[in-house]
């Protein structure tokens, strides 16, 4: 359902993709894992087109998006297409401030759906409810924890029905057990079948809930496969040295 | 008169040159249906002339007693050359600066303000015969009397009017201790506080402003002729008026209104040949006279009955600067918001034109600003209406400065908030309608409030393209009554009322948007 061909993408003359190509069936939940700076955040931010590879396809739910160095009316266009599939998570949470969580929620189905206030409404709540916020759903994101914020803006992506959901290192900025209230949403999306694709330092998580590992280094991927084979006898020397200092 | 030499203070330099971008701007020639054209006229009866009608005692000036009518001998002088053109004389207050570039411009036929007929001058405009003949006296406090000839003067401390006939005078004769005022008030006030020991003027502003503690001593020295101005392409109009003076001249008009005011003199009697005395008393002196001893005093009556007369007037400035101030803010947020966005998001064409606007604009002062949207526009077939120029200027001067506010305010509402919106498909329009404004908008607000509260302030420089607003009145009340103080606390406190609205309405918006504004990223 999701298809990424020969990502690239350089930050002048620094080399951050080197061709990144990635398949991803419906349901699955992926792992990107690698040392900082490998690229693996700007591949996520690329597959959404918040970052514009400077070559590469991406395909999601048959909307294809071809890029390359000159960004045109049309390319936003097709861009916008492809973003209404996509659900994007950050590390710092990027609640709008100035709206209590339900108004965080309802905004882009009021705005850019033109969702009626009821429904959006319906939508919003139910949502917070699953992600266990429904007590907190009149206050502003100042009032809230980390692992509140995080789990708000889940609910705020997946007021958009994405197909696909992207989180980029979703927990870094949480304390271990703010972390797990957190985690254990994203494992209850994955029994709904939901496709997430996740940038994580968290091994622990991309060994026990990951059906597929991605290891990426200097903006290649290095190895990819089952976590349970890839934690254990990880094939390349490269994963085998970075896995070596986490564990 | 006072500052009769037109181009004085900086201000006037400034004017010079408005006046000769004015002069290029050629004033269509008209068909004429008449044999002369009248600028400015509404109808066909209007006949509008120009004078400055603040503190302009005995020339055109409130009524203290009346206050909202004009009065004044040339306002006499004008009402009696109207009817003979028969048309409706309408008095339009400019500024003494905007006197002769509002003439240039077309807004009104013709000045009269006291303006001598010099060469200078004559370069400028068409002056018209003389309507007036004086001279300068010398004026001291009770008890100094032997200062009575320019050659007394010698070694004394001598306050007179900047570059008039006057202080022309005093340096041919070598007086050492001239004072040059600009304001004939602050030179009278110098006067009695002993700070100048002698003055020398125009006679008529001497009669009018002196005191009873101070004495016209010595012969009327020199000879000062007024005359009216007119555009330099309109002799007709000048003609016209000629004769029309000429025949109050003729008929005793003029002498019966100069003798009013008190001001029938030899060299009127020499230059008109009418040497008849007339019996009539000069009313509009007494009444003068009597009102000013009535109102300038300072027993607790004269002082609350001149307070309350002034109350409808300053609120009257108050409604004017508290319009133009809010149009301008309008005017200004509006722009400011265009030219922030611009510069923050814009093409880089566009950021280079937006900031090279904000850099100007910035970088020059308002009041030239004011004076060239008003004056020099025409020069390009733009003539706006005073109010929308004073609107304009401040509006579009204000922006740059809200601009600047703006774009610091869009700059720290953090990168992950637009993140956040495009990745939830928003288009970059709702994102910032949506998320990035309202965030910027809020550390901006108290910089908002203290730039609104300049502005209100700022609005006195649009009195310089004839609107009457607060600080004119404040001018204008003070002058004609000698008194700064109590007037200017009133007027202080129609300033501080208009601003404590802003601040109240910024405070409560500040506490809204400001309600748990926190975090979200780190």
């Known amino acids: 359902m999701l298809q990424a061909t020969d990502i690239a993408k350089s930050f002048g003359d620094h080399e951050v993709l080197r061709g990144i190509s990635l398949d991803v069936e419906r349901g699955e939940l992926i792992s990107l894992i690698g040392p900082s700076g490998c690229g693996k955040s700007t591949f996520l931010r690329c597959l959404n087109f918040l970052e514009h590879p400077d070559a590469g396809r991406v395909c999601?739910?048959?909307?294809?998006?071809?890029?390359?160095?000159?960004?045109?009316?049309?390319?936003?266009?097709?861009?916008?297409?492809?973003?209404?599939?996509?659900?994007?998570?950050?590390?710092?949470?990027?609640?709008?401030?100035?709206?209590?969580?339900?108004?965080?929620?309802?905004?882009?189905?009021?705005?850019?759906?033109?969702?009626?206030?009821?429904?959006?409404?319906?939508?919003?709540?139910?949502?917070?409810?699953?992600?266990?916020?429904?007590?907190?759903?009149?206050?502003?994101?100042?009032?809230?924890?980390?692992?509140?914020?995080?789990?708000?803006?889940?609910?705020?992506?997946?007021?958009?029905?994405?197909?696909?959901?992207?989180?980029?290192?979703?927990?870094?900025?949480?304390?271990?057990?703010?972390?797990?209230?957190?985690?254990?949403?994203?494992?209850?999306?994955?029994?709904?079948?939901?496709?997430?694709?996740?940038?994580?330092?968290?091994?622990?998580?991309?060994?026990?809930?990951?059906?597929r590992v991605l290891y990426l280094e200097e903006g290649q991927i290095v190895e990819s496969g089952d976590p349970d084979v890839m934690f254990v006898h990880p094939r390349e020397a490269r994963t085998r040295r970075f896995l070596r200092t986490l564990l | 008169m006072q500052k009769y030499t037109l181009w004085g203070s900086v201000k006037k330099r400034v004017c010079l040159f408005v006046l000769l971008v004015g002069c290029l701007c050629v004033l269509v020639p008209n068909a004429m249906a008449e044999s002369y054209s009248v600028p400015g006229a509404q109808n066909e009866q209007d006949l509008p002339w120009a004078s400055d009608g603040e503190a302009n005692v005995p020339y055109v000036f409130h009524d203290p007693a009346h206050e909202g009518r004009i009065t004044g001998f040339e306002y006499d002088l004008m009402g009696a050359i109207s009817a003979l053109l028969h048309r409706h004389g309408r008095f339009v207050q400019n500024g003494w600066d905007g006197l002769i570039p509002g003439l240039s411009r077309g807004l009104y036929a013709m000045v009269i303000d006291g303006i001598e007929i010099t060469p200078e001058h004559a370069e400028a405009v068409l002056f018209s015969r003389p309507y007036y003949v004086t001279s300068n006296r010398i004026l001291v406090m009770k008890g100094h009397e032997t200062l009575n000839t320019l050659a007394a003067l010698h070694h004394h401390s001598v306050g007179t009017i900047k570059n008039t006939a006057a202080e022309h005078l005093l340096l041919q004769h070598g007086i050492e201790g001239i004072r040059s005022y600009e304001e004939e008030t602050d030179l009278f006030t110098d006067l009695r506080n002993g700070r100048v020991d002698a003055v020398l003027i125009d006679e008529p502003i001497a009669q009018y402003y002196r005191s009873d503690d101070m004495e016209l001593v010595g012969d009327p020295i020199g000879r000062i002729t007024y005359g009216i101005a007119f555009p330099k392409d309109n002799p007709a109009l000048r003609d016209a008026v000629n004769t029309a003076l000429e025949n109050i001249i003729h008929d005793g008009t003029l002498h019966r209104i100069l003798a009013r005011w008190n001001l029938w003199t030899p060299q009127m009697a020499v230059y008109t040949g009418d040497y008849v005395t007339l019996k009539s008393k000069p009313t509009a002196w007494d009444e003068y006279r009597s009102t000013m001893a009535r109102m300038s005093g300072s027993g607790a009556s004269a002082l609350w009955h001149r307070y309350l007369a002034f109350v409808p007037l300053i609120a009257e400035g108050a409604v004017m600067t508290l319009a133009v101030s809010a149009l301008a803010m309008v005017l200004a947020v509006a722009i400011g918001l265009i030219l922030a966005l611009g510069r923050h998001y814009g093409s880089a064409p566009l950021r280079w034109i937006f900031?090279?606007?904000?850099?100007?604009?910035?970088?020059?002062?308002?009041?030239?600003?004011?004076?060239?949207?008003?004056?020099?526009?025409?020069?390009?077939?733009?003539?706006?209406?005073?109010?929308?120029?004073?609107?304009?200027?401040?509006?579009?001067?204000?922006?740059?400065?809200?601009?600047?506010?703006?774009?610091?305010?869009?700059?720290?509402?953090?990168?992950?908030?637009?993140?956040?919106?495009?990745?939830?498909?928003?288009?970059?329009?709702?994102?910032?309608?949506l998320v990035i404004v309202p965030q910027a908008f809020r550390t901006v607000v108290p910089v908002m409030t203290n730039d609104f509260i300049a502005l209100i302030k700022d609005s006195s420089l649009v009195s310089v393209i004839t609107l009457t607003e607060l600080s004119q009145t404040y001018i204008r009340l003070s002058s004609t009554y000698y008194d700064y103080v109590g007037t200017g606390l009133m007027v202080g406190s129609a300033y501080l009322l208009i601003g404590l609205p802003f601040v109240r309405l910024a405070r409560m918006a500040e506490k809204r948007l400001g309600r748990a504004i926190g975090q979200g990223h780190h």
């Open chain 2, 355 to 433: 900031g090279a606007y904000v850099e100007i604009v910035r970088g020059t002062p308002l009041l030239i600003q004011v004076l060239f949207i008003f004056y020099g526009l025409p020069v390009f077939g733009i003539r706006l209406s005073p109010f929308i120029a004073g609107v304009m200027a401040l509006g579009l001067n204000y922006a740059a400065y809200e601009a600047e506010n703006y774009r610091a305010g869009l700059l720290s509402v953090p990168r992950g908030q637009m993140e956040a919106a495009i990745a939830l498909n928003m288009t970059h329009f709702q994102a910032l309608r």
């Open chain 1, 60 to 211: 999601i739910e048959g909307v294809t998006l071809e890029s390359n160095k000159h960004w045109h009316r049309k390319d936003e266009a097709q861009a916008h297409r492809l973003r209404a599939h996509v659900g994007m998570v950050f590390q710092s949470f990027n609640l709008f401030p100035h709206r209590n969580v339900l108004d965080n929620v309802m905004m882009a189905p009021l705005q850019v759906k033109k969702m009626e206030y009821e429904k959006a409404r319906a939508i919003a709540s139910e949502l917070l409810e699953k992600v266990g916020l429904a007590t907190v759903k009149n206050r502003y994101p100042d009032r809230l924890s980390g692992g509140q914020k995080q789990r708000a803006a889940i609910a705020r992506a997946l007021a958009m029905k994405p197909s696909v959901m992207l989180y980029d290192e979703p927990t870094s900025a949480l304390d271990p057990e703010l972390s797990e209230e957190v985690l254990s949403v994203m494992r209850a999306l994955d029994e709904e079948g939901m496709t997430q694709i996740v940038v994580t330092h968290d091994m622990r998580f991309a060994r026990a809930a990951s059906d």
